[in-house]
């Protein structure tokens, strides 16, 4: 932290964010813009391989560091508006530190937008490798009853149902939880699309290889493109054909008929939790959410090879590709944000 | 520190600042316990009893305290006991034990924290109507998973632990959240406090456990048992999985935990106070899970998986058995924990002799 670019005029915020102690709380807090959430990062911030995180740090210049001790990383920032953090892997990691955030009165997050940005596993349905898809909805992939696959009645497709419900695909009329569809602004997530839709996505010899065995699959052997498809969050990082079917079931069935599953990944419903509660406080605006993945791998093996193998085989170029399509389709946004603040400020765009 | 003020008026301002805010801010309540409950059903009171609903009654929890999180808190503002309602699945109750932890109107530095909730049980150690203190509790959701069909024929389950290539390698990979230890001597005070609590019987539940045949346990009349939780938000039944359930407790706990009882939401508490715990404004060395029995976790004998999830839909077979287990074995800890607060307030039990 470097205090000396502090204003004079503003002592007791100097003071306080210069002390290692919690900030008094009626310290005028800091106004954000954006929130860019990362997940998870390798090693350091900075300086080594690339996370989520590192590159929105490095390239974005977030040098303000504060600490977060509730948190995996500490926060970073900049001048400009502009705040990362990384929540760590997995829906409860995500949900308390978005909770944690949320909640801190060192920072204005009432007119922030939110920037979801991360890799996910992409359905070879829709898209390839490196592919970044903005999602209208998020669902949730944990919440549901499950008995194992082998113990199943004959003409259950999978033992996956909604909670309270009596067998798959059927609408609960028992018990449910309202954690499990989260409907983000379907104005701002076209918006965001037709804004990044004809960034040109890197392609690699790397991908390109991979997803030519897809054979069949012909969205899934395209170069990477930009597109709009559904979120799908749950800590349990599932994998396969089946479980794919069941994926894109699930989806249509919490969300509509309208809205496909696109990727998989383990916090965005964590998030939402998080953020939902603190809309109720207005300590965040829900109006404002954005949702990105980029697909690292895809949530089924090519023809040919096990579900067993393809779940853990390294992703091809270790994500990177996908890692730079999360900052370099999201940061046109946050720019877009940042560069016209005044009015953004006011009105969310893609509003009816 | 660098500053471009002179360092004493850098001091007068902060003790200036410090006093204005000790002024103005009312003194935070002194919570001796929450109770942590996760569901109700219909009004907080005067209806059918969730989880909350007894502790609202009997503990005179009259004092509703606006939180914007799923439910209200209340509060007796004598005994210091705050009751809460989560809300269901471990990112609900991540959340809102986060938004209590972190509220200001509360000191909560020196609070015990009763997870006190209802569970699928383990036919193989208790009958439904039982209540289990935890001590581990291990997430259920942080998983790899294959369609069972799918499964390579040397193995036993579709689930597997993440950063590793299949289910059980004897390497056991990083922590993610899958496992917390909680404090060993105040669970195990606890249950020595409570494990003579007469828990009610009755003819439902000798009727439900009857068909347990092949469990002995399963049949016996309810009791207080030590067993561990757990938590994840996929709500899974059957024979297949409570193996699964009982491998993966195993694994997580180095052979050290047992699989007892299954619900939804302790990773996720317990994750938000270790969060917070390095500030200070909570203990997780204070926190205790007790959960009691409404169903079990897989059929008796003759019954498939999806007939018995089915019927568990109607009802669980020991929602109220369980619910008063909740409050009679939970409340002695609760009172003993007020009424000696001048003992427990600074230490945990066992208290040093």
Not at chain 2, 40 to 50: C, P, Q, V
Request: hydrophobic share 40%; net charge negative; glycine share 8%.
């Amino acid at each position: 932290m470097n205090c000396r670019s502090l204003p004079i005029l503003l002592p007791l915020l100097g003071l306080a964010a210069c002390a290692k102690e919690p900030l008094p709380r009626a310290a005028a807090p800091i106004p954000v813009k954006v929130v860019v959430v990362a997940m998870f990062e390798h090693g350091k911030v900075t300086g080594d391989e690339a996370g989520e995180f590192q590159l929105w740090v490095e390239r974005g210049k977030l040098d303000k560091s504060f600490e977060f001790p509730m948190g995996e990383y500490e926060l970073r920032m900049n001048d400009a508006g502009v705040l990362a953090i990384c929540t760590g892997g997995g829906i409860t990691n995500a949900t308390a530190s978005i909770m944690a955030l949320g909640t801190d009165q060192r920072f204005d997050l009432s007119k922030a937008y939110w920037l979801v940005a991360g890799i996910a596993g992409g359905d070879p349905l829709d898209v390839s490798l490196g592919t970044a898809a903005w999602s209208r909805t998020v669902v949730d992939g944990d919440l549901l009853y499950e008995i194992d696959a082998r113990e199943i009645p004959a003409e259950w497709p999978y033992g996956l149902l909604p909670l309270g419900a009596k067998k798959p695909n059927d609408k609960a009329d028992g018990w449910t939880v309202d954690t499990i569809n989260f409907p983000l602004n379907g104005g701002l997530a076209q918006w965001a699309y037709e804004l990044t839709k004809d960034h040109p996505v890197a392609d690699s010899a790397g991908i390109a290889e991979f997803r030519a065995q897809f054979k069949g699959y012909d969205n899934a052997t395209k170069p990477p493109f930009v597109t709009i498809g559904e979120s799908l969050a749950s800590s349990t990082y599932w994998h396969g054909e089946k479980m794919n079917t069941w994926a894109n079931d699930w989806v249509k069935l919490q969300s509509g008929a309208d809205y496909n599953f696109m990727m998989t990944n383990m916090e965005d419903t964590g998030t939402l939790t998080a953020l939902r509660r603190l809309s109720r406080t207005h300590r965040a605006d829900l109006q404002r959410v954005m949702v990105l993945r980029t697909a690292s791998n895809y949530t089924m093996p090519p023809p040919g090879e096990t579900a067993a193998w393809s779940t853990t085989a390294p992703y091809p170029e270790k994500g990177l590709p996908a890692i730079e399509a999360a900052y370099q389709v999201g940061n046109l946004v946050v720019q877009e944000l940042i560069g016209n603040w005044a009015k953004y400020e006011q009105a969310v765009p893609g509003g009816t | 520190m660098t500053s471009k003020l002179p360092r004493h008026l850098l001091s007068t301002l902060l003790l200036l600042f410090s006093a204005v805010m000790a002024h103005a801010a009312e003194p935070p309540i002194e919570i001796k316990v929450v109770v942590v409950t996760m569901f109700e059903i219909g009004k907080d009171t005067g209806d059918t009893a969730g989880e909350f609903q007894l502790w609202h009654d009997r503990q005179k929890l009259d004092e509703k305290l606006k939180f914007a999180h799923h439910h209200d808190l209340y509060l007796n503002r004598k005994t210091g006991v705050l009751g809460m309602v989560t809300g269901m699945g471990t990112a609900n109750s991540a959340t809102a034990v986060m938004a209590l932890a972190l509220d200001p109107r509360f000191d909560l530095s020196k609070a015990y924290w009763l997870v006190a909730g209802i569970a699928g049980v383990d036919p193989e150690d208790a009958p439904i109507g039982s209540a289990a203190w935890a001590e581990y509790l291990v997430d259920g959701d942080l998983a790899h998973e294959i369609d069972a069909r799918e499964i390579p024929k040397d193995w036993k389950t579709g689930y597997w632990p993440l950063f590793s290539a299949g289910p059980y390698d004897p390497k056991r990979p990083g922590g993610n959240g899958e496992v917390f230890r909680l404090n060993p001597d105040l669970t195990e005070w606890a249950y020595q406090l409570t494990r003579n609590v007469k828990l009610k019987d009755n003819e439902g539940l000798q009727k439900t456990r009857a068909k347990f045949k092949d469990h002995a346990n399963a049949q016996k009349p309810p009791f207080v048992l030590k067993g561990d939780n757990l938590a994840g938000m996929t709500f899974w039944h059957g024979k297949l999985l409570n193996e699964w359930a009982n491998d993966w407790t195993k694994f997580w706990t180095g052979g050290k935990g047992n699989f007892v009882t299954s619900a939804m939401e302790d990773t996720g508490s317990y994750l938000s106070l270790s969060y917070v715990h390095p500030t200070g404004k909570v203990d997780k060395e204070r926190m205790m899970v007790l959960r009691t029995a409404s169903n079990y976790t897989m059929p008796p004998p003759g019954v498939t998986a999806a007939q018995h999830m089915k019927a568990e839909n109607e009802g669980y077979s020991g929602l109220n058995d369980s619910v008063e287990a909740a409050y009679a074995v939970g409340s002695v800890v609760v009172d003993e924990i007020v009424r000696n607060w001048a003992k427990y307030r600074d230490h945990t039990p066992p208290l040093k002799k």
